[in-house]
């Protein structure tokens, strides 16, 4: 079954990681910094760009806009890079797991990891009462290639580096993210907010993953290569219930444009990401419900 989800936006006040930020030393509004100096403040690095800058707090003072800018912002800190909505930033710990605890929420349809690389993904959920209520856990080695898809997608899948945790109690309030392993690295995880089942994927989806590698000129006229993350896009061809479809198209139609989670079939990595809504076109109608399709252009 397909499954489109809305990405909830996370505040860093509700993410606890299990990572020391060593970065930098945290801000301190008293000292006086000079440039190349670079603290943390909120989860974020900074480098200072004027001598003699003080007082100057750094998410106020970094904007390109401002004359002079004081600071510049540099990416999350390693310890908070999977919870900050880019998942070609990845949190990494070269000697063990990674744990992230996230609170405020409520009514949520999923729990997403992606680009995970270790042993085992644990997803644990708490009540408001801080007491365990589920708890689910995959591997993150090995080959999946027993399913339905395997016909379908050629590329075989090792372990389950995308997925989406769900079917989870209502009444969750917390989750604890766990990927666990010798050498662990997460790319993202979000909360899936709004999950909407729209259909059956059908074969005649195709899945590629495309470079955005380039060769791109410097100040002296000489190429140079810059390496960039790739995307996977994708395009399902789907069916779907009419009664269903037409109670839904109008919530399908607004994530036109849209940051989603998407999931083709449950557990295959190949076939669940995070993409942007690109198309979805009209259903066309068949006897027995309608067919449409829907092409998402990956984020990595």
Request: charged share 15%; aromatic share 12%.
């Amino acid at each position: 079954m397909m499954f489109l989800g809305t990405i909830k936006a996370l505040a860093f006040a509700d993410v606890v990681s299990s990572l020391p930020e060593v970065e930098a030393p945290a801000y301190n509004p008293a000292t006086t910094y000079n440039i190349a100096d670079e603290v943390i403040f909120d989860h974020y690095v900074y480098g200072c760009l004027i001598d003699g800058t003080v007082g100057k707090q750094p998410d106020t003072y970094s904007s390109i806009y401002q004359t002079p800018q004081y600071w510049q912002l540099k990416s999350a800190t390693n310890a908070f890079a999977a919870v900050d909505g880019v998942l070609s930033t990845p949190t990494v710990n070269a000697s063990g797991d990674i744990s992230f605890t996230i609170t405020g929420f409520s009514n949520i349809a999923g729990v997403g990891i992606f680009d995970a690389f270790g042993t085992t993904a644990t997803a644990e959920f708490y009540n408001g009462s801080d007491a365990l209520i589920d708890t689910q856990i995959i591997n993150l080695v090995g080959f999946n290639l027993n399913s339905y898809y395997e016909w379908l997608f050629t590329q075989p899948t090792s372990g389950n580096t995308n997925y989406v945790f769900r079917n989870f109690p209502v009444n969750s309030a917390k989750v604890v993210v766990t990927i666990a392993g010798d050498a662990t690295e997460l790319g993202e995880v979000a909360i899936i907010e709004t999950g909407y089942t729209v259909g059956d994927a059908l074969y005649g989806s195709t899945i590629r993953i495309a470079s955005r590698s380039i060769y791109e000129d410097d100040e002296f006229g000489v190429p140079r290569y810059i390496k960039k993350p790739s995307r996977i896009n994708a395009t399902f061809e789907i069916f779907g219930e009419k009664a269903f479809i037409e109670t839904l198209w109008g919530r399908l139609r607004k994530l036109s444009g849209d940051r989603v989670v998407y999931e083709a079939e449950e557990g295959r990595t190949v076939t669940t990401g995070i993409g942007l809504v690109r198309d979805i076109s009209v259903p066309i109608n068949m006897p027995s419900g309608y067919l449409f399709s829907i092409e998402l252009e990956g984020v990595q």
